[in-house]
């Protein structure tokens, strides 16, 4: 089991860019895909973005399609999502994951085998 730690939220105006990072604080991510989830208040955790365990390819939830970015530096054990042109409804605690294999699908489509605490994401109108 790999310890994932999140940080980089906090509260930021419309309009406004974050960085989140996900980093493997036991473990590593052992050539797995990552992704990003969130979960607003009173929601059910959503998808928001997935990469492939070698960095090379990308998928995205339409609503954030041209205003995130996910990237990963393995050798850190390291992923990145950066958030630009933030919107209210982006609003959200957001949760990275690691893949049960190596193609993103495996994040999007199955279940992600860890988890990390989370760190919210508020954006002001």
């Known amino acids: 089991q790999v310890q994932l730690v999140e940080s980089g939220g906090g509260l930021v105006p419309a309009g406004g860019s974050l960085t989140l990072s996900c980093a493997a604080s036991r473990g590593t991510f052992s050539m797995r895909a990552m992704g990003w989830f969130r979960q607003a208040l009173g929601k059910e955790r959503e998808f928001v973005a997935a990469?492939?365990?070698?960095?090379?390819?990308?998928y995205y939830t339409d609503s954030v399609q041209g205003r995130f970015t996910v990237s990963r530096v393995n050798a850190a054990n390291v992923v990145y999502l950066q958030m630009n042109n933030l919107k209210p409804e982006d609003t959200a605690v957001y949760f990275c994951?690691?893949?049960?294999?190596?193609?993103?699908?495996?994040?999007?489509?199955?279940?992600?085998?860890?988890w990390g605490q989370g760190t919210q994401v508020t954006v002001s109108s």
């Open positions: 994951a690691r893949g049960s294999g190596g193609p993103f699908a495996t994040v999007v489509q199955g279940i992600p085998e860890d």
């Open positions: 990469i492939n365990w070698s960095g090379t390819s990308t």
